[in-house]
Nanobody, 121 residues
Framework: QVQLVESGGGLVQPGGSLRLSCAAS????????MGWYRQAPGKRREMVAV???????NYADSVKGRFTISRDNARNTVYLQMNSLKSEDTAVYSC???????????????WGQGTQVTVSS
């Protein structure tokens, strides 16, 4: 069974930076789209940033210019660099992969367990 494991969350002051990592237990080479989503208390989950296999990216308007998503296929890892963090960025951040080859078949709609990001002074 494919697993996605996030790390890098924590408590940071407004204006600070964090780098989230999402490590997959299998190759992400054949994964079309990987992304980061977040859910704040009492709110719906929202897309933060996604990256395709070709490297094209898309960001939520609220994070454009502050967050950068990248993927390292050799390390089976997707990153989210978050700069100029604001209190409204506080949420649980989860990694997603649309499909991942487990050696026998594609598993679809994969999610990690999430990592908490808290922006507060």
């Amino acid at each position: 069974q494919v697993q996605l494991v996030e790390s890098g969350g924590g408590l940071v002051q407004p204006g600070g930076s964090l780098r989230l990592s999402c490590a997959a237990s299998v190759s992400i080479f054949n994964t079309n789209v990987m992304g980061w989503y977040r859910q704040a208390p009492g709110k719906r989950r929202e897309m933060v940033a996604v990256i395709s296999s070709s490297g094209s990216t898309n960001y939520a308007d609220s994070v454009k210019g502050r967050f950068t998503i990248s993927r390292d296929n050799a390390r089976n890892t997707v990153y989210l660099q978050m700069n100029s963090l604001k209190s409204e960025d506080t949420a649980v951040y989860s990694c997603h992969g649309d499909r991942m080859w487990n050696g026998a078949r594609y598993e679809l709609d994969l999610w990690g367990q999430g990592t908490q990001v808290t922006v507060s002074s």
